[in-house]
């Protein structure tokens, strides 16, 4: 009740409320917006012939299923940040423009953006012949292949500044509420598949075991999200001129899982593009590298646990620079209990994450993999969409925005207070 009565009552997060749910709106208006010249009816016997295609139709929210100009949704965005920050690491022009400070951040933007874009136009060419079996007899190929390039391409680009205006103007981060919003589109078509699978004499046991192991999954993600470990930092009373400054107890918050959900995003927006590409591609030994990275296959299995423990530590890499921190709390006269200030603070700091990360990754990696055995289990495959990737995405993007929204209502108690 404080938080919508705080909603009401401060006119800034009320804005910033209204305006995301605006964006939102119009993107899920966008999705159902068909691009022309493919019959419908045998897109989606296309669909029905594995789960990959499905599988890469939650991140759009159905957008791919109805062929809308959304239909590549925030994935090539996805695709060109995680691109770019690999190359800020190897390349060295890149991360100097990186540690430059807003107007840099501003640049790397840029080129995030046109990279997107080039994404965005080569996976629509890849989508414009893979669906060249189910375009309409009365169109020919080549405007077909035209229309399709313009439309997803401006589709794609669309959804990315429709992300960024939520992030800059809204609250939350713009490219994972898309996604947030797509997952949860789809939630009643699952349910209504479930109960359509129960009537035809699917075990009910099966079903509330299979909604047991979410609901249990979603209380372990939460408190590993939350879990975080305090480290004790004193600062030393200073005296300048007649005056005493500093002093006083404070902790630095090392979470298990820093990166967030931003380590899932990237996994799957990793696999997903070559098994895409794969898709598209009419080749047996591509149809059969598609197959092999179905997300119920061993190998996707196996690679998503991979790239999920390389991401949360490569996340964290660029995130948290404990030689940086250990420089500014010795500049301020600060020092870690028991811990010399300088490099061994440093020191200490990279230990701690690193076996805090190696937990969260751990449990990243094993969490992602839980639905699908599950599902093999109870022979319940109407929510196979929703999976591991769908719930961490879930619960964290709501973590992290009742976080910004707790941070909202904080600034403006400390302001009420000083004003």
């Known amino acids: 009740m404080n938080i919508l009565k705080a909603f009401f009552n401060i006119p800034d997060l009320r804005r910033k409320i209204l305006y995301t749910i605006a964006v939102l709106v119009i993107f899920r208006l966008g999705a159902h917006i068909p691009v022309a010249g493919v019959d419908t009816t045998k897109l989606e016997a296309l669909f029905g012939r594995g789960n990959l295609m499905g599988f890469l139709d939650l991140f759009t929210g159905g957008a791919l299923l109805r062929f809308s100009i959304f239909a590549m949704g925030i994935v090539p965005y996805i695709n060109a940040s995680i691109i770019m920050q690999l190359m800020q690491v190897v390349v060295p022009q890149l991360e100097a423009l990186a540690k430059e400070g807003e107007a840099g951040r501003k640049q790397i933007a840029q080129y995030t953006r046109y990279l997107t874009v080039a994404l965005a136009l080569v996976q629509s060419v890849g989508i414009s012949f893979w669906l060249r079996g189910v375009m309409l007899p ?168 991979a790239l999920i423990f390389f991401f949360t530590y490569f996340y964290t890499a660029i995130t948290f620079n404990p030689k940086e921190l250990a420089e500014n709390i010795k500049k301020y006269g600060g020092f870690v209990t028991g811990i010399r200030p300088g490099k061994p603070t440093a020191d200490f700091l990279e230990y701690s994450i690193s076996r805090l990360t190696l937990v969260g990754a751990l449990f990243l990696g094993i969490i992602a993999v839980v639905p699908t055995i599950v599902e093999g289990l109870t022979k319940i495959t109407s929510f196979q969409g929703l999976g591991s990737t769908a719930l961490l995405i879930m619960v964290g993007v709501a973590l992290d925005l009742v976080r910004q929204i707790e941070t909202h209502l904080i600034t403006r108690q400390y302001e009420g207070l000083l004003a």
């Open 138 to 305: 009365t169109m020919s190929f080549p405007l077909f292949l035209f229309g399709t390039v313009v439309a997803l391409t401006a589709g794609s680009t669309l959804v990315m500044w429709l992300g960024e205006l939520i992030t800059e103007r809204g609250i939350g981060n713009g490219a994972s509420l898309i996604i947030f919003i797509g997952i949860v589109a789809r939630i009643p078509a699952y349910a209504a598949q479930t109960v359509t699978l129960v009537r035809g004499g699917a075990s009910l046991f099966g079903v509330l075991l299979l909604l047991f192991s979410f609901l249990a999954m979603i209380v372990a993600i939460v408190i590993i999200q939350e879990g975080q470990r305090k480290i004790p930092v004193q600062y030393a009373k200073r005296v300048v001129g007649r005056k005493m400054y500093g002093g006083g107890t404070t902790y630095i918050p090392l979470r298990i899982n820093q990166g967030g959900v931003i380590p899932i995003i990237f996994a799957s927006s990793v696999l997903l593009f070559p098994a895409t590409m794969a898709q598209y591609i009419p080749l047996p030994f591509m149809q059969n590298v598609a197959g092999w990275l179905s997300p119920s296959g061993g190998l996707y299995m196996f690679l998503y646990f």
